[in-house]
């Protein structure tokens, strides 16, 4: 009964993590939506999408990787070296901001003649007034991507809930905070969201550096302790961050193309209901960092019937999670809509159920992107995301060029289909290579 009871709470305090994280989110966007407008919230959603799409490419993969090797250290060889790989992970981090500010600047400096192949849509991306601002998207790549790893160390250290409030909570309620204060006083922008998102991505780094800090042993590493850390995370950062950035491209390079093709406006709504469909994902990534550790440390032990058997479970209990809330978000879905303040509610309806049906695939495969991050299996995570970019980019500019009068609900069909293709190429590749790892040990490594 003890051990039940122990069961439940592990998974209901992250569950309620989790859902209380969703909830800040959403309450953004309803702030927003109630004091100023769809094209704000467009603006702020836009902001999101380019220091996510930036922040994965330039941060080469770093949360993913430290998750994956602390969460090995921990279990294994000690705190030492677990403590000696947070604060390197999290030094690192620092570089990617660096790094934005750099290629931003380089790509405004882009000759036009080079612009040559579908000038329509590349000559939008690549311009002046599409793209970011440089200094403050720094900032926020670089809180992105700290407090992304801040959150995945503190799941490796199996702080799984206070993982979760440091990935989904806490860079966001300077955001339901600020809305409020500002909307309360009509002074609500973008620009106010902007920095009070940059300024919750700073205070996840701060309160992880708190908290890991207490945690692991208060063992000052040596000199060769953190060169081994730097080596061993950037060790295999080639494949890790190709796909990495082909993910990323992904899944935010449909929002930034409806704020090109339709309006900031569409982009608002269109974010709204991407963050509206995530909700039907929220037992799926209680799981993910329940699950995400052990998937690596059953692949390093060489236990492949033990990565299958949980493997299986968490893809069962994602699809008994998902589908219900699914259903649910379906049926209500126009209330939902009213609730947020949506004036389009027929428009965005459309847009939610197609992206609602992506997300129940997503849960039908289970965590298996994940999965194949902790077991190393970076050549078929590249092969079913490049096979579905291929759809979403080429469906992209099909969209553009011929000007469609809807272009957000056909870019919504093209996100759902694009991520179908990869989720069922990502479960169909990682059978295979666990069936062939439980064959032969060794080319599970």
Not at 129 to 147: D, M, N, R, Y
Not at 229 to 234: F, I, S, T
């Amino acid at each position: 009964m003890s051990q039940f009871a122990s069961s439940v709470r592990g998974f209901s305090l992250p569950l309620l993590a989790r859902v209380f994280g969703l909830l800040v989110q959403t309450a953004v966007g309803w702030l927003t939506l109630h004091y100023t407008s769809s094209a704000e919230l467009g603006h702020y959603y836009v902001f999101v999408a380019w220091t996510l799409t930036l922040g994965w490419v330039l941060g080469f993969g770093l949360p993913e990787q430290a998750m994956r090797i602390v969460s090995v250290a921990y279990s294994g060889v000690g705190q030492t070296q677990a403590r000696s790989l947070c604060l390197t992970a999290l030094s690192l981090s620092l570089a990617s901001g660096a790094l934005t500010f750099l290629v931003l600047k380089l790509a405004v400096s882009i000759p036009s003649e080079l612009r040559i192949i579908f000038p329509s849509m590349t000559g939008a991306i690549w311009s002046p007034s599409a793209l970011p601002e440089p200094v403050i998207t720094a900032f926020g790549v670089t809180g992105l991507v700290g407090s992304r790893v801040a959150a995945q160390l503190l799941k490796s250290c199996r702080l799984v809930t206070l993982g979760l409030y440091t990935e989904f909570v806490i860079p966001f309620t300077p955001l339901v905070i600020g809305a409020w204060f500002f909307g309360e006083s009509s002074r609500l922008d973008s620009t106010h969201l902007i920095w009070l998102h940059v300024l919750g991505g700073f205070l996840s780094i701060f309160s992880a550096i708190v908290v890991l800090t207490h945690h692991i042993r208060r063992t000052v590493p040596g000199k060769y302790a953190l060169l081994t850390a730097v080596r061993q995370l950037l060790l295999g950062v080639g494949p890790q961050w190709f796909a990495v950035a082909m993910q990323s491209i992904l899944l935010n390079a449909p929002l930034i193309a409806v704020s090109i093709l339709a309006d900031a406006a569409a982009a608002g709504i269109f974010g709204l209901c991407m963050r509206l469909a995530a909700i039907s994902m929220i037992g799926t990534d209680v799981i993910i960092a329940i699950r995400g550790p052990s998937f690596a440390e059953f692949h390093t032990k060489g236990e492949i019937q033990l990565l299958q058997r949980s493997f299986s479970a968490s893809r069962r209990a994602a699809v008994a999670l998902a589908v219900p809330i699914t259903i649910l978000l379906i049926v209500f879905s126009q209330p939902i809509l009213r609730f947020f303040g949506v004036k389009e509610v027929a428009f965005a309806q459309e847009i939610l159920i197609v992206l609602l049906l992506g997300r129940l695939i997503y849960a039908f495969v289970g965590p298996v992107s994940y999965f194949l991050w902790m077991i190393r299996a970076f050549r078929e995570e590249i092969v079913a995301t490049v096979a579905a970019l291929t759809i979403l980019v080429s469906g992209t500019l099909i969209v553009g060029n011929l000007s469609f009068k809807n272009p957000t609900f056909a870019l919504s069909v093209l996100t759902t289909a694009s991520l179908s293709v990869r989720f069922v190429l990502q479960f169909f590749l990682a059978g295979r290579k666990t069936a062939a790892a439980n064959l032969d040990p060794k080319k599970g490594d």
